[in-house]
């Protein structure tokens, strides 16, 4: 469903990606732990296609119709409101909103409020509304749980289980082993733009992980 | 590093050569009737105005060939060949005003050359401004090789409007399509001094070119040392 | 319609009714008009230079001016939350992108014209209905031009350190053809020429709105991209 292959990108000096290979099948949610700066978010835009790698390929089944983003920053627009952000970039993908998308978020009655108007919290929850509009089938996170409280960010990682029962695919990389090892079914550990460490939780919990996770890169950043 | 070297080898023989070709204005080349020695200035001024529009040019050309190669030395190349017709643009609106007050009997005449070369040098200066706002190197070729190509296609669109208004300027009188109506040794200096010209720009360009190279391995060295 | 034109319509309608919410930014633009026509009155002696005679240039002056103000915020909008990235990623041409912001920033410098025009007539006592018809069309063409090498140059100067000092810099030597173009057929217009006079200046006009146009669309993707 999602595929990459030798992925080698620089900015000027600094290596972002290098030589990073995985796939991800339906059903799968592959978690990228690593510190700042270690090439996490150019892995996502390379797989969003927003990045041409220098060397290698990425793959997305459906192309950029079939990929929803999260990111740290909302992509909203600050004086629309609730409904009118998420009709528009509907309307990008020739789509309605679905009609319990607010509900599923307990963004109902904010509907008609202008997003300049929101909390730093009901505005995440605005941008993981957006990312769903159309419906993806691939979903490509970016330390989601920024700005959530914890109820928000239990039904944010409900709509994720889902996600993933309905046999679609999400890549989600944080630098917080706690708030995303409970969604992952493979973890990957990132360190100066390569893969240290790529295989199937298998059980593990998030003090298995984190104690992985510090031996792999190192104790200091952990 | 040798093509540093290279380049300033080029530029110190041009620029010889250049005062060659003036002792020879001054002292072998006939003086001009109407003109008088005013008229001397023309050899450093029209060489220097065709440069300062090639550069444009190769600027745009290296800009295509960037977007679709993405080779820094392409980009490197042409932040240098603007630099440089920058200067020569410079020495145009310098010497223009200087040889305009004897003949035209005023600095500034809004003549459509000038005019013209004012507004490339203007095209320069936002180009060289565009470069020195974008920290990011690829950002900057990529933005820089956009706007280097608008400027390429914007040279015609200026030529045509000032031309539009009435011109002061003398007629061209090297190249034009009939036979030149320069004097045979008049002409003979110009095409030397236009010869030192072209070596000037290339010695420059080669010495600019050097400088950026060894000033990315700097930066580049620099995030190493930074990211360690 | 067909998709990508879809597409950039609804990048443009989302423009305008981001605009229509704050107002800041078209009120300040058409009360930047007013003032500006109304200093340059008081600028000029009455008694040495004919309304007529000065009249042109102020009037595209003062639509450059206005328009840059314009050009200013149209991409700012899209960096506030990264929301240029959302439209990156979803399925429409960069084309469309850009023929979008287009459109937007026409609108909107259209309507700014729209006003100056009426206050220009009034203020400087020159007939312009007899000559509506022309004299729209040398706006227009004008206008386009500008405005078409003004967006894809905002899309790079936001992205810089003094985004609103640099788009002014780096856009006015291409404003001069157009400006010289729209100044010259106004001025003949106004005077009651014949159209024969100005055709040099109307084509040269649509030649540069043709070729920046397209290349507008072609240099967008290398602004955006990484």
């Given amino acids: ?15 972002a990606l290098d030589d990073v290979s995985f796939t991800v099948q339906p059903g799968q949610t592959l978690a990228v732990f690593g510190p700042n700066g270690a090439g996490k978010t150019t892995l996502l835009k390379v797989l969003a296609g927003l990045i041409q790698p220098q060397h290698g390929r990425a793959h997305v089944e459906g192309g950029r119709r079939a990929i929803g983003w999260i990111g740290h920053q909302p992509q909203l627009y600050a004086q629309l409101t609730v409904g009118e952000n998420l009709r528009f970039w509907a309307s990008l993908y020739d789509a309605q909103p679905p009609v319990d998308l607010l509900s599923r978020l307990g963004l109902e009655e904010h509907a008609n409020r202008p997003v300049r108007a929101l909390s730093r919290g009901l505005v995440q929850r605005v941008a993981i509304a957006r990312a769903l509009v159309h419906d993806p089938r691939v979903l490509l996170l970016d330390e989601p749980f920024t700005g959530l409280d914890r109820t928000a960010a239990e039904s944010f990682g409900r709509l994720l289980g889902q996600h993933a029962a309905a046999g679609r695919a999400a890549v989600l990389v944080t630098h917080n082993v706690e708030e995303g090892t409970g969604l992952a079914t493979d973890v990957a550990f990132m360190r100066a733009g390569r893969f240290v460490h790529l295989a199937p939780r298998s059980g593990r919990d998030a003090t298995d992980i984190a104690a992985a996770y510090r031996r792999a890169i190192g104790g200091a950043v952990a | 590093m040798r093509m540093l070297r290279v380049g300033r080898w080029i530029t110190a023989i041009a620029l010889v050569l250049l005062a060659g070709v003036y002792v020879r204005a001054l002292v072998y080349t006939p003086v001009e009737q ?3 020695l005013a008229q001397k200035i023309f050899y450093l001024h029209v060489p220097a105005a ?7 040019l190769l600027v745009g050309v290296a800009s295509i060939v960037y977007l679709f190669l993405k080779d820094p030395r392409l980009d490197r190349f042409a932040a240098a060949s603007a630099e440089v017709g920058t200067i020569f643009a410079a020495i145009v609106l310098t010497t223009g005003p200087i040889w305009g007050k004897p003949i035209w009997g005023t600095w500034w005449s809004w003549d459509a050359r000038l005019t013209f070369t004012l507004f490339l040098f203007l095209l320069y200066v936002g ?9 990011d190197p690829a950002a900057r070729a990529r933005f820089a090789a956009v706007l280097g190509i608008c400027g390429m296609c914007l040279v015609p669109f200026i030529h045509f409007s000032v031309y539009m208004f009435r011109t002061l300027h003398p007629m061209p009188i090297v190249l034009k399509p009939s036979a030149p109506s320069l004097p045979g040794s008049m002409l003979l200096t110009w095409l030397l001094s236009l010869g030192v010209f072209t070596l000037l720009y290339v010695g420059f360009v080669v010495q600019r070119y050097a400088l950026s190279y060894l000033n990315e391995q700097l930066e580049a060295a620099g995030g190493e040392l930074g990211h360690a | 319609m067909p998709d990508w034109l879809r597409h950039a319509w ?4 989302k423009d305008l009714v981001v605009e229509f919410r704050s107002r800041t930014a078209i009120l300040s633009a058409a009360t930047f008009v007013v003032l500006v026509l109304v200093v340059f009155n008081f600028g000029r002696d009455p008694t040495a230079v004919s309304a007529v005679d000065l009249a042109p240039s102020i009037l595209w002056v003062t639509f450059t001016f206005a328009a840059i103000l314009a050009l200013n915020r149209a991409f700012q909008l899209e960096l506030e939350n990264q929301a240029l990235d959302g ?30 025009v009426p206050l220009f007539a009034v203020f400087f006592n020159v007939p312009v209905l007899p000559y509506a018809a022309p004299l729209a069309a040398v706006i227009a063409l004008a206008t386009v031009g500008f405005v078409a090498v003004g967006t894809l140059f905002s899309a790079m100067t936001v ?15 291409f404003m001069i053809p157009p400006l010289i173009g729209a100044v ?3 001025s003949r217009l106004l005077a009651g020429r014949p159209l024969s006079e100005i055709t040099g200046w109307l084509n040269m006009l649509a030649a540069y709105d043709i070729v920046f146009v397209a290349l507008a669309l072609l240099l967008f993707p290398a602004t955006v991209n990484e």
Avoid: C, D
């Fill in chain 1, 1 to 15: 469903m999602l595929l990459a292959e030798g992925l080698r990108h620089s900015f000027g000096s600094v290596r």
């Fill in chain 2, 34 to 36: 109407s003109q008088g």
């Fill in chain 2, 50 to 56: 065709i440069w300062a529009e090639t550069a444009m």
């Fill in chain 2, 127 to 135: 180009y060289l401004l565009l470069r020195g706002a974008i920290a």
């Fill in chain 3, 10 to 13: 609804r990048v443009t309608r």
């Fill in chain 3, 87 to 116: 439209l990156l990623l979803a399925p429409i041409g960069r084309g469309s992108i850009y023929l979008g912001k287009l459109l937007a920033n026409l609108i909107f410098v259209a309507a700014i014209e729209l006003l100056g």
């Fill in chain 3, 159 to 173: 992205r810089t350190r003094f985004a609103e000092l640099l788009l002014p810099v780096l856009l006015l030597p």
């Fill in chain 3, 184 to 186: 010259l057929a106004t």
